[in-house]
Protein backbone atom coordinates (compact mmCIF):
# COMPACT_ATOMS: atom_id res chain seq x y z
CA UNK A 1 0.00 0.00 0.00
CA UNK A 2 1.35 3.07 -1.04
CA UNK A 3 2.07 5.93 1.77
CA UNK A 4 -0.13 8.82 1.15
CA UNK A 5 1.62 12.35 1.17
CA UNK A 6 -0.67 13.84 4.61
CA UNK A 7 1.34 13.58 7.58
CA UNK A 8 -0.34 14.38 10.94
CA UNK A 9 2.31 15.91 13.55
CA UNK A 10 1.28 16.03 16.97
CA UNK A 11 2.53 18.84 19.18
CA UNK A 12 1.82 18.93 23.09
CA UNK A 13 1.30 23.02 23.56
CA UNK A 14 3.72 24.96 25.49
CA UNK A 15 3.81 28.44 23.80
CA UNK A 16 0.55 30.62 23.60
CA UNK A 17 -2.09 30.29 20.90
CA UNK A 18 -4.85 32.22 21.78
CA UNK A 19 -7.19 33.34 19.07
CA UNK A 20 -8.01 37.10 18.66
CA UNK A 21 -10.91 36.44 20.06
CA UNK A 22 -10.26 35.14 23.06
CA UNK A 23 -7.51 37.61 23.58
CA UNK A 24 -9.83 40.16 23.58
CA UNK A 25 -13.16 38.58 25.03
CA UNK A 26 -12.15 36.12 26.61
CA UNK A 27 -14.57 33.11 24.75
CA UNK A 28 -14.14 29.95 24.58
CA UNK A 29 -17.47 29.52 22.53
CA UNK A 30 -16.32 31.69 19.87
CA UNK A 31 -12.64 29.76 19.53
CA UNK A 32 -12.12 29.52 15.93
CA UNK A 33 -9.61 27.38 13.31
CA UNK A 34 -6.86 29.07 11.96
CA UNK A 35 -7.63 30.81 9.02
CA UNK A 36 -6.10 28.86 5.69
CA UNK A 37 -5.06 25.93 8.29
CA UNK A 38 -5.72 22.60 7.25
CA UNK A 39 -8.15 20.35 9.24
CA UNK A 40 -10.28 16.94 9.19
CA UNK A 41 -13.58 17.37 7.66
CA UNK A 42 -15.04 14.99 10.04
CA UNK A 43 -14.34 13.73 13.40
CA UNK A 44 -13.71 9.85 11.85
CA UNK A 45 -11.05 11.38 9.28
CA UNK A 46 -9.07 12.05 12.63
CA UNK A 47 -9.90 8.99 14.13
CA UNK A 48 -8.87 6.75 11.47
CA UNK A 49 -5.82 8.15 10.19
CA UNK A 50 -4.59 8.30 14.21
CA UNK A 51 -5.65 4.53 14.29
CA UNK A 52 -3.40 3.82 10.95
CA UNK A 53 -0.57 5.46 12.25
CA UNK A 54 -0.72 5.15 16.01
CA UNK A 55 2.63 3.62 16.06
CA UNK A 56 3.72 6.74 14.92
CA UNK A 57 2.38 8.74 17.92
CA UNK A 58 4.49 9.16 20.60
CA UNK A 59 3.00 10.08 24.21
CA UNK A 60 4.91 10.92 27.04
CA UNK A 61 7.52 9.03 25.17
CA UNK A 62 6.11 6.15 24.87
CA UNK A 63 4.87 4.33 21.55
CA UNK A 64 1.50 3.00 21.28
CA UNK A 65 -0.39 0.38 19.65
CA UNK A 66 -4.52 -0.52 18.79
CA UNK A 67 -5.94 -2.06 21.57
CA UNK A 68 -7.27 -5.34 20.97
CA UNK A 69 -9.50 -7.55 23.39
CA UNK A 70 -9.79 -11.20 24.24
CA UNK A 71 -12.69 -10.86 21.40
CA UNK A 72 -10.51 -10.03 18.45
CA UNK A 73 -12.65 -6.03 18.94
CA UNK A 74 -9.70 -3.64 18.06
CA UNK A 75 -9.84 -0.11 20.44
CA UNK A 76 -11.86 2.22 17.82
CA UNK A 77 -15.41 3.36 18.44
CA UNK A 78 -15.07 0.67 21.63
CA UNK A 79 -18.26 0.21 23.21
CA UNK A 80 -18.60 0.80 27.00
CA UNK A 81 -21.15 1.11 29.28
CA UNK A 82 -20.63 5.05 28.89
CA UNK A 83 -20.47 5.58 26.02
CA UNK A 84 -18.00 4.86 22.79
CA UNK A 85 -14.74 5.63 23.13
CA UNK A 86 -12.71 6.95 19.91
CA UNK A 87 -9.53 5.06 20.15
CA UNK A 88 -8.12 2.71 22.92
CA UNK A 89 -4.32 2.11 22.71
CA UNK A 90 -1.68 0.72 24.66
CA UNK A 91 1.77 1.04 25.68
CA UNK A 92 4.81 -2.00 25.35
CA UNK A 93 3.65 -2.43 29.65
CA UNK A 94 0.19 -2.85 28.98
CA UNK A 95 -0.92 1.04 30.49
CA UNK A 96 -4.30 2.17 28.26
CA UNK A 97 -4.48 5.28 26.56
CA UNK A 98 -7.87 6.49 26.19
CA UNK A 99 -7.71 9.07 23.02
CA UNK A 100 -10.64 12.12 22.91
CA UNK A 101 -10.87 13.38 19.16
CA UNK A 102 -11.92 16.97 18.28
CA UNK A 103 -11.74 17.37 14.73
CA UNK A 104 -11.64 20.98 15.14
CA UNK A 105 -11.65 23.42 18.40
CA UNK A 106 -11.86 21.44 21.66
CA UNK A 107 -14.02 22.91 24.94
CA UNK A 108 -13.66 22.14 28.53
CA UNK A 109 -16.53 19.74 28.60
CA UNK A 110 -14.16 16.89 26.84
CA UNK A 111 -12.48 16.97 30.59
CA UNK A 112 -15.04 14.90 31.89
CA UNK A 113 -16.08 12.79 29.12
CA UNK A 114 -12.13 11.31 28.73
CA UNK A 115 -12.49 11.73 32.17
CA UNK A 116 -15.63 8.98 32.43
CA UNK A 117 -13.70 6.81 29.44
CA UNK A 118 -10.71 6.54 31.82
CA UNK A 119 -12.37 5.64 35.16
CA UNK A 120 -14.28 2.93 32.86
CA UNK A 121 -11.22 1.54 31.68
CA UNK A 122 -9.60 1.66 35.31
CA UNK A 123 -13.02 -0.34 36.36
CA UNK A 124 -13.10 -3.08 33.73
CA UNK A 125 -10.45 -3.96 31.29
CA UNK A 126 -7.77 -1.81 32.70
CA UNK A 127 -7.57 -3.06 36.19
CA UNK A 128 -3.85 -3.05 38.03
CA UNK A 129 -2.66 -1.39 35.48
CA UNK A 130 -1.94 2.91 34.50
CA UNK A 131 -4.26 4.65 32.57
CA UNK A 132 -4.11 7.77 30.59
CA UNK A 133 -6.08 9.98 28.93
CA UNK A 134 -5.44 11.96 25.17
CA UNK A 135 -7.38 14.54 23.92
CA UNK A 136 -6.59 16.01 20.41
CA UNK A 137 -8.30 18.44 18.27
CA UNK A 138 -7.23 21.16 16.23
CA UNK A 139 -7.09 24.04 19.03
CA UNK A 140 -6.83 23.22 22.17
CA UNK A 141 -8.64 26.26 24.34
CA UNK A 142 -7.27 28.02 27.07
CA UNK A 143 -10.50 26.73 29.28
CA UNK A 144 -9.27 23.01 28.71
CA UNK A 145 -6.00 23.96 29.06
CA UNK A 146 -7.14 25.22 32.65
CA UNK A 147 -9.37 22.04 33.23
CA UNK A 148 -6.79 19.65 32.40
CA UNK A 149 -4.38 21.00 34.11
CA UNK A 150 -5.46 19.10 37.68
CA UNK A 151 -6.55 16.17 36.12
CA UNK A 152 -3.63 12.88 36.75
CA UNK A 153 -2.39 11.26 33.31
CA UNK A 154 -4.47 13.69 30.91
CA UNK A 155 -2.26 14.78 28.01
CA UNK A 156 -3.57 17.52 25.79
CA UNK A 157 -2.43 17.79 21.65
CA UNK A 158 -3.50 20.35 19.04
CA UNK A 159 -2.85 18.61 15.14
CA UNK A 160 -1.31 20.06 12.45
CA UNK A 161 -2.28 18.22 8.55
CA UNK A 162 0.57 18.89 6.45
CA UNK A 163 0.10 18.00 2.05
CA UNK A 164 2.88 17.94 -0.31
CA UNK A 165 2.49 17.15 -3.73
CA UNK A 166 5.68 15.34 -5.87
CA UNK A 167 5.87 15.25 -9.07
CA UNK A 168 5.61 12.21 -10.91
CA UNK A 169 5.63 12.71 -14.65
CA UNK A 170 9.03 11.51 -14.90
CA UNK A 171 8.96 8.02 -16.58
CA UNK A 172 11.81 6.18 -14.49
Do not use: C
Not at 15 to 38: K, R
Not at 96 to 120: C, I, P, T
Not at 131 to 147: H, P, Q, T, W
Request: charged share 25%; no cysteine; aromatic share 10%.
Amino acid sequence: MQQTPTEIRLVKPGAETLDIVDEVLGSDEDFQDNVGSAAFSLEYQLRDFLAANLAQVAVNGVHLRLYVDLTGREGIEYPTAVGPIDIVAVDEKGSFFVFELKRANSHDHAVGQVARYMGWIRQTIGKDRDVFGVIVAKAISEKLRYAASVVPNLYLFEYDVEFHLRSANKII
